[in-house]
């Protein structure tokens, strides 16, 4: 079945026939809040809202293992990640969709792995390609046929927040080779990988990196809303054209 992690602006999917809700609880603790199970055009899906349904969990204390737990120990074997970033490359503007390919990641302090026993033995997932590279054809696919414009490949710096960046760290990120910055990237794409789920993510470009184009003074994060919704519906389109897609 197919997963929908939503993040901000997506804490509902209007299109989603709810047919029940499940409270889960996890040896990790708590997800972020029920899992909702529905039908888009009559195939099976569920939601979780990464921020929680009323918008109250800040990313650094998501709790990523409960949430890919619940996903998994309820069927997901695809997961699509819906993220807001930050634009770093010149030509990612506000409104833009991109599918990234990498990461980078500036994260710390976070429970970050499933395999951290000392009593079992030590397992070190293949990460080149953090990304399902299915999904992501899957997701580009879904666009072409939505006749919705998703830019292909792109690196994703997550980083710790809550707090936004300085212009000196954007720079920074960007001399490393990031083209996005969001918060909550990481560890969900390692976790997925851990659990062997097929995972991938639809960033969506809110504003302006710190520092650059019309941020240069600062980052008005009181109008990414208006910048994000449209965005949002054009990624509501490409999800209900990706849940018929039966690839993992
Ligand atoms: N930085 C980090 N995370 C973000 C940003 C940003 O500029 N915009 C949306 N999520």
């Known amino acids: 079945m197919l997963a929908i992690i939503g993040g901000t602006g997506l804490a509902q999917l209007s299109n989603l026939e709810i047919?029940?809700?499940?409270?889960?609880?996890?040896?990790?603790?708590?997800?972020?809040?029920?899992?909702?199970?529905?039908?888009?055009?009559?195939?099976?899906?569920?939601?979780?809202?990464?921020?929680g349904y009323g918008h109250t969990i800040p990313p650094h204390l998501v709790n990523y293992r409960a949430n890919m737990w619940a996903l998994q120990n309820q069927g997901a074997k695809r997961v699509v990640s819906v993220a807001s970033v930050g634009g770093i490359r010149s030509d990612l503007l506000?409104?833009?969709i991109v599918v990234p390919d990498q990461i980078l990641d500036y994260t710390h302090s976070r429970a970050y792995t499933y395999f951290d026993a000392r009593d079992k033995l030590v397992t070190h997932i293949d990460f080149t390609h953090p990304y399902s590279l299915s999904m992501r054809s899957q997701i580009l696919e879904a666009a072409k046929q939505a006749k919705e414009k998703f830019l292909d490949g792109g690196v994703y710096a997550a980083t710790q927040g809550p707090r936004?960046?300085?212009?000196?760290?954007?720079?920074?990120y960007e001399r490393d080779g990031a083209d996005m910055v969001g918060m909550t990237g990481?560890?969900?794409?390692?976790?997925?990988?851990?659990?062997?789920?097929?995972?991938?993510?639809?960033?969506?470009?809110?504003?302006h990196a710190a520092g650059r184009g019309d941020s240069r003074d600062g980052v008005h994060i009181?109008?990414?809303g208006a910048v994000a919704q449209p965005a949002l519906t054009r990624v509501k389109k490409v999800l209900e054209l990706l849940v018929e897609c039966d690839g993992e």
């Open 19 to 51: 047919t029940h809700r499940q409270v889960m609880r996890t040896p990790y603790g708590e997800p972020s809040g029920a899992l909702t199970f529905g039908l888009i055009n009559q195939h099976e899906v569920m939601f979780i809202a990464r921020h």
């Open 94 to 96: 506000p409104g833009m």
């Open 164 to 172: 936004l960046e300085t212009a000196a760290e954007i720079n920074r």
């Open 186 to 207: 990481m560890p969900e794409a390692a976790l997925a990988r851990e659990l062997g789920l097929s995972y991938a993510a639809i960033a969506v470009v809110v504003n």
């Open 222 to 224: 009181e109008t990414v």
